[in-house]
């Protein structure tokens, strides 16, 4: 049951983070495509006179969403022991080894949540905003936030189940 609940919402992180990595990806080619000034920008060139010129500042949403979108991947990397690893050991050496990194991952995540949480509320009490679109500066910590403490959740599922003799797929 947890493991249902669990994967669902790893999954569906990943997927919110895929869908903004797709948007960002749609900005920056339009932008691209309005900066080559296909019939001028003002002008437009999509039918209709739609005009499309190069998005103001679009680098500050690109840096404010993706390490959001990184986060919103950890958890369901995490979940599925997909990391990228060496392989030393076999049997219950590495079932202990595997336990002792979970419980490491599991704190570390937790510590870079809490950071991310405090740092995000010292953005919101300095009211710091992107310089040219005046985007609060805080909204990028907190996109952060449910990646960050999910995947500490995750590790700490991980950890669970390997120190109760399950395994990952189970």
């Given at each position: 049951?947890?493991?249902g609940a669990i ?9 919110l983070?895929g869908?903004?990595?797709?948007a ?16 001028g920008?003002?002008g437009g060139?999509l039918p209709?006179g739609?005009?499309i010129?190069?998005?103001?500042a679009g680098?500050?949403i690109?840096?404010l969403?993706?390490?959001a979108?990184?986060y ?10 997909a ?16 336990l002792?990194w979970?419980?490491v991952?599991?704190?570390?995540f937790?510590?870079?949540a809490?950071r ?5 509320g010292a953005?919101?009490?300095?009211g710091t905003?992107?310089f ?7 909204w990028g ?7 960050a ?8 599922w ?8 399950g395994?990952?797929?189970?």
């Open positions: 049951m947890a493991r994967e669902r919402a790893a999954q569906g992180l990943a997927l983070g869908l903004v990595l797709l960002l990806v749609v900005m920056t080619c339009l932008s691209s495509l309005g900066a080559l000034g296909l019939k920008a003002q060139w209709g739609v005009g010129g190069p998005f103001k680098f500050e690109v840096e969403s993706l390490p979108i990184v919103a991947m950890i958890p369901l990397v995490q979940l599925r022991h990391h990228a690893r060496v392989e030393i050991l076999r049997g219950r050496s590495a079932r202990w080894l595997d002792f979970q419980l991952a599991a704190v570390l937790a510590v870079i809490w991310i949480g405090l740092g995000m953005k919101m009490r300095s905003t992107t040219l679109l005046g985007l609060p500066l805080w910590y907190a996109a952060c936030l449910p990646g403490w999910g995947s500490a959740v995750v590790a700490t991980n950890g669970w189940r390997l120190a109760a003799g395994g990952y797929h189970e």
